[in-house]
C-alpha cells in the first residue's frame, strides 16, 4: 500500500499513512490492551484506519481464541470489539475508507455477507464510532460536537450505549492529575453521559442500520 496519496494532501493535510511493520511495533508497546476484547482505542486522525484496523485483527483473534466454540458468543464479542474503536479524520475519502475496512476486516474474520445481521449492526456502530469531522476542534465536518458512544456488553445478547461528548472527555486527564482540586471527586460525578440509551440487541442495531441510509450522522 502506498503511504502517499499526493503531494498536495501531504502538504495540505499532513497525509501520510503509516507502514504495517510499524504499526505492529508500536501497537506491540502495548499488547495486552490490544488483546483485550473491550479496550478502547481512539485513533484522532485515523486516515484509513491503519492502527484501527491492525487493533480489531487482534482483538477478533482473542475473540476467536476465547468464544470460538459459541457462534452465539463469538458474534456478540465480535461485535463489541470493534464497538470499542474510536476514529476522527477530516477527510471524506479517508473516512469511508476507513469503516469500509474495519468492516471488511470484520467480514473476513466471521465470514459474513450483507444480509447478515452482524454485518449491518457493524456497519450502524461504524457511522457513530468513526467520525467525520475536525480532531483539533472537535467537532463533526457539520459543525457539531463531537459525541462518542460508549458502548458496553451487559450478558446474553444485550449491548448498553451512552453517549458523551469528546471535549468534555478530554477535560479527564487534568481532574484526575495529582494536585488537581478534582483529584478527590469520582470522574463518574464529572463526566456524566449526554444521552442513555435503552439496552439493545445485535438484531436491533441490525434494524437500526437502515435508518442509518437515510440519515447518517
Ligand atoms: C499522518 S496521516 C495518519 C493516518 C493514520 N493515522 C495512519 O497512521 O496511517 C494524518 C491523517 O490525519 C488527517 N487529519 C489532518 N488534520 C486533521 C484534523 N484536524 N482532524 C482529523 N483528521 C485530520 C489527514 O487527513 C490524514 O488522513
Known amino acids: ?5 499526493s503531494k498536495k494532501r501531504v502538504a495540505d493535510h499532513g497525509e501520510v499513512f503509516t507502514p504495517q511493520w510499524m504499526v505492529e ?3 506491540d508497546l502495548v499488547k495486552a490492551e490490544t488483546e483485550r476484547i473491550d479496550a478502547r482505542f481512539l ?4 486516515g484509513s484506519g491503519n492502527f484501527l484496523v491492525a487493533v480489531l485483527r487482534r482483538k477478533l483473534a482473542a475473540v476467536e481464541m476465547r468464544y470460538g466454540r459459541s457462534q452465539f458468543e463469538r458474534r456478540q464479542f465480535a461485535l463489541l470489539a470493534l ?3 474510536y ?9 469511508a475508507e476507513c469503516r469500509a475496512n474495519l468492516l471488511d476486516t470484520l467480514v473476513e474474520a466471521q465470514d459474513l455477507d450483507e444480509s447478515d445481521d452482524l454485518y449491518r449492526a457493524a456497519s450502524h456502530v461504524l457511522n457513530y464510532n468513526l467520525v467525520h469531522g475536525d480532531a483539533l476542534a472537535m467537532h463533526t465536518i457539520a459543525g457539531e460536537p463531537i459525541t462518542f458512544a460508549e458502548w458496553g456488553y451487559l450478558g446474553k445478547g444485550k449491548f448498553q450505549r451512552r453517549d458523551f461528548r469528546l471535549d468534555v472527555l478530554t477535560q479527564s486527564a487534568a481532574f484526575s ?3 488537581s482540586l478534582f483529584a ?3 470522574k463518574h460525578e464529572l463526566f456524566t453521559p449526554i ?17 442509518n441510509l437515510l440519515q447518517s450522522p
Do not use: F
Open 43 to 46: 485513533e484522532p486522525a485515523c
Open 25 to 27: 511495533a508500536m501497537l
Open 184 to 186: 478527590h471527586v469520582n
Open 1 to 5: 500500500m502506498s503511504l502517499v496519496k
Open 177 to 179: 492529575a495529582k494536585d
Open 83 to 85: 464497538m470499542s474503536l
Open 195 to 211: 444521552q442513555t440509551y435503552p439496552p439493545v440487541t445485535l438484531r436491533d442495531l441490525a434494524a437500526a442500520a437502515n435508518t
Open 87 to 95: 476514529g476522527i479524520e477530516l477527510l471524506a475519502d479517508n473516512i
